[in-house]
C-alpha cells in the first residue's frame, strides 16, 4: 500500500512539543506540552496535530494522539478517555485524524461534513468514551478523487482550499488522493528535450479547467497558451499539496506517463512512432507514442526524473491507455501496457499503477501485459450496472469499488446508497474476491456531504451498514443534537435522492431549470437522465421538516447549507411538472394559461437566484475571483476568466459545444449563473414563443451557442459574499410550492 510505504522510507522525524506519548507507553498518556524520543515514534504525529488543530481550534489541546505501529492487518484507530482528555491512537497521522472524526461523530454528536459543520455544538469539554472505540480499515486502499475533480470544483482554488479537502479527507479515512495540479510541469521541462522549444509547448499545454482531458488524451491546446508563470506556480502549488499528503501519511497519486505527445514527435524524434487519435466529442486528440519502440523508455525517464525533482516521490501513479475511444492502431495493446510498466518500474520501482475502470477499460489485452500484483483498478462503475464481475472481467487484478455520484459537478442532490450499503460488503466477502479499496470519483467535490460520508464510511465498517440506520444517525449528529423533524426530513432524503437504484445511472437527474430552452427538454446535460429518479414528493416533505428543526440547532452551518440544498432541489424537481404544462398549452394555443405557466416558471427561476445566493457555496463570484487571481496580466486574467467560464457553460467551441452536445456539461444552480445565464435563456426562449402564439407563425430561431459564449467571454464581477436569509428564503419555497400543489397547476 502507497502510504505504508512512504511511512516505511522514513527514517527521522521532527517532533514538535505536543500531547503525544512514546509507543513504548502506550497506555499512559501525557499531559498536553510533553515531548517524546523521536526514535520512540514510529511516525510523528506533529502533522496530524497541526490538522487537528486547524479543524478544532478550541478543543484541540483536549485530545492526546499516540502514534502506533501499523500491523500486518492495516490501518487502524482507537478512541478513549474521560471527559476532557480523549486519546486517539492510530497508525499514521491521517489515521489520527480518521479516529477524531470518528469520536465527533459517534461520541460527540457533530459532525464535520464537506461541506457544512455542526461544530458550534461541541461542548466546551468534551464528553468521556464509554469503554474503547477501536476500528480497522476494512480494505487498505481508500481513494479519492476523480481526474475531472480539479475542472469541475476549481482548478484555481489556493493552498489554503486544498489543505482543507485534504485534512477533511483524512477525517474520514481516506489515504490517496489523486494530484493533478501542475501535472504540465514535467510534460512542459522533459518535452523541452526532446525538440519542442517553450512557447510551442505552452500552447500545446490547455488553460488548468480543461487540463483533465488533456492528462486523459482527449484534447489539447485549448483554453492556452499558458505562461511560464502560470506553470510554475501550478507545479509549486501541487508540490505543497503533495507534501501536506505525505505529512499525514497519505499517498499522493501522481499522473503516471503513458505516451501523450505534441504535433510532429515523430519527425523531431528518430524511431520513434505515433499513433494518431482521432477526435474527442469533436476535439482533436494528441498522439500517443508508440510504447514498444526506442524513445518512449527516454521520454518516459525525462518525465518522471521532473516530476521527482519538483513533485518528490510516490508509489502510485494513475494513468488509462485508450481513454474513451483512443486506437491503437499497429501497436499491440499488451506489448505496450508491458512498455509503460515497465517504464514506471524503472523510474519508480515497486509503484502501483492506478487504472479507471470505465467504458471498457482496461481491457483484457491491456491487463495481459502488466504484472497485476503492481496494479489498482478504481472502478467508477460500481454501483451502475447490474450483473458485474469485476473478479471475472478483470482477472482478479485488485480494485476498488468506486462511485461517480455527480458528472460535471452538478448540484443535484442525492446517490445510489442502497447499492453501495448492499454491494460493497457482498463483493468484499466474496471467495475470489479482488476487491481491495474504495475510490470515492465524483466528477466534482464539495457538495452532497451524505454522500461523502456514508461513502467513506463504508471502509471501516467490519459489517454491512444499515442505510436507515445511518441516516437517522446522520440526521442527529449533522445539527449537533437530535431532533424528531431532521430524522424525518433525513428519512424522506432517504427514500427519495438517496434512493438511486443501479442499472442505469449512477446520479439523479439535473436540472431543467440550466438546460437549453426546449419545450421537450429533459435534461441539461447530453448525458444526464431523462427523467427524475425518484419521487419528488419526498423533497418538498424534507424540505417542510427541515423548516421545523428546534431553533437550538438551526444556528449550526450545516443546517443552514442542507435547508438551501433542500430546498434549492424541491424547486428545481418543480420544473419537471411545470414544463410539461407549458408545452400542453402552448400547443392548445391557450395564450392566457401559456403566459400564467411562464409567468410561474420565471417566478420559479428568480427565487431560485435569490435562494442560492444566500450561501457562499452556491456563489459563482468566488469561482471566477480565483480565477483571476492566478494571471500576471490583463491578457492572461480575460484567458484565465473565459477558462473558469467556459468549463461550466459553453464548456468549448462552437463545434464541441454544438454538435458533440457538450455545453451545460457542468451546469449547476449557482447564483450568477442562474440569474445571468440560465433564467435570461428560457425568458428570450417563451418570448419567441409567445410571439409565435401571438402572430400566428412559427417561433424565431434563437443561437444559444451566441448567448452563452458572449457571457463566457464576459467579465462581469459577481458577489463573493452571500447575501439573503436562507431560512426565510427557504421558507418561501416551501409557501410557493404549498401554493402551486393547492392550485393543482
Known sequence: MGSRLIRRCRTTFVVTVLAVVTAAAPGMPG??????????LPFDPGPARAGLERLLPSQAEQFTLVPVEEPASGDYFSVSGRAGSIQVRGTSPA??????????????????????????????????????????????????????????????????????DIDLMALHGVNEVFVPTGAEYPYYRALQEFGYDAAELRAWIPGPAHQAWWL???????????????????????????????????????????????????????????????????????????PTGPVFAELAAAYYRAQQRRFGDSDMFKMDLLHEGGTPGPVDVTRAAEAVQRALETARPGATWVMLGWQNNPSTALLGGVDRSRVLIVDGLSDRYEGLDREKQWGGTPYAFGAIAN???????????????????????????????????????????????????????????DQRAWFAAYAARRYGGADPHAAAAWEQLRLGPYSGASGTWSEPQDSLFTARPSLTAT???????????????????????????????????????????????????????????????????????????????????????RL?????????????????????????????????????????????????????????????????????????YFA??????????????????????????????????????????????????????????
Request: aromatic share 10%; glycine share 10%.
Open 612 to 684: 442560492v445566493a444566500s450561501d457562499r457555496r452556491f456563489l459563482l463570484g468566488p469561482w471566477l475571483a480565483a480565477a483571476r487571481s492566478w494571471a500576471a496580466g490583463t491578457e492572461e486574467r480575460d484567458r484565465l476568466e473565459y477558462d473558469a467560464r467556459s468549463i461550466l457553460t459553453t464548456w468549448a467551441d462552437r463545434g464541441p459545444s454544438d454538435s458533440a452536445g457538450l455545453h451545460d456539461y457542468a451546469n449547476r444552480e449557482w447564483a450568477g449563473l442562474v440569474q445571468d445565464v440560465y433564467a435570461p435563456r428560457w425568458a428570450a
Open 407 to 465: 458528472f460535471g459537478g452538478h448540484t443535484s442532490l442525492g446517490a445510489n446508497t442502497g447499492v453501495w450499503t448492499e454491494r460493497f460488503r457482498a463483493w468484499l466477502t466474496r471467495s475470489d474476491s479482488a476487491l481491495r479499496g474504495i475510490a470515492y470519483l465524483p466528477e466534482g467535490t464539495g457538495g452532497n456531504p451524505a454522500a461523502f460520508d456514508l461513502f467513506t464510511e463504508l471502509a471501516w465498517e467490519p459489517g454491512p451498514v
Open 95 to 164: 489515521t489520527l485524524l480518521t479516529g477524531v472524526g470518528w469520536y465527533l461523530e459517534r461520541v460527540a454528536g457533530v459532525d464535520i461534513g464537506w461541506p457544512g459543520d455542526s461544530l458550534g455544538r461541541l461542548p466546551a469539554t468534551l464528553p468521556a468514551v464509554s469503554g474503547t472505540i477501536t476500528r480497522s480499515a476494512a480494505v487498505p486502499h481508500r481513494y479519492a478523487l476523480n481526474d475531472t475533480d480539479e475542472g469541475y470544483s476549481g482548478a484555481y482554488r489556493d493552498f489554503a482550499s486544498y489543505q482543507r
Open 216 to 290: 486523459l488524451q482527449n484534447m489539447s491546446g485549448y483554453g492556452g497558451p499558458v505562461s511560464e508563470q502560470l506553470i510554475e506556480a501550478r507545479a509549486a502549488l501541487g508540490s505543497r499539496i503533495a507534501a501536506h499528503l505525505r505529512s499525514l501519511g497519505m499517498t499522493p497519486v501522481l499522473p503516471g506517463f503513458f505516451g501523450t505527445v505534441p504535433p510532429g514527435f515523430a519527425a523531431r524524434n528518430p524511431g520513434a512512432v505515433t499513433v494518431p487519435q482521432g477526435k474527442w466529442v469533436g476535439f482533436a486528440r494528441p498522439d500517443w507514442l508508440d
Open 31 to 40: 499531559p498536553p506540552g510533553t515531548s517524546a524520543s523521536a526514535a520512540a
Open 523 to 609: 435534461k441539461a446535460a447530453r448525458w444526464s437522465p431523462t427523467a427524475m429518479r425518484y419521487e419528488a414528493g419526498t423533497v418538498e416533505r424534507a424540505l417542510a421538516e427541515l423548516l421545523q428543526v428546534a431553533p437550538s440547532l438551526r444556528a449550526s452551518d450545516a443546517y443552514r447549507y442542507d435547508l438551501v440544498d433542500v430546498a434549492r432541489q424541491a424547486l428545481t424537481n418543480r420544473g419537471r411538472v411545470l414544463l410539461p404544462r407549458v408545452k400542453a398549452a402552448y400547443e392548445a394555443g391557450d395564450l392566457e394559461r401559456f403566459r400564467a405557466l411562464v409567468r410561474e416558471w420565471n417566478a420559479s427561476e428568480e427565487l431560485l437566484g
Open 688 to 745: 419567441s414563443l409567445d410571439t409565435a402564439l401571438v402572430q400566428g407563425t412559427a417561433p424565431a430561431a434563437i443561437d444559444w451557442f451566441a448567448r452563452e459564449d458572449a457571457w463566457a467571454h464576459g467579465h462581469q464581477a459577481y458577489p463573493t459574499s452571500p447575501t439573503g436569509d436562507p431560512v426565510a428564503l427557504a421558507g418561501e419555497v416551501a409557501a410557493a410550492l404549498t401554493v402551486a400543489g393547492a392550485a393543482g397547476r
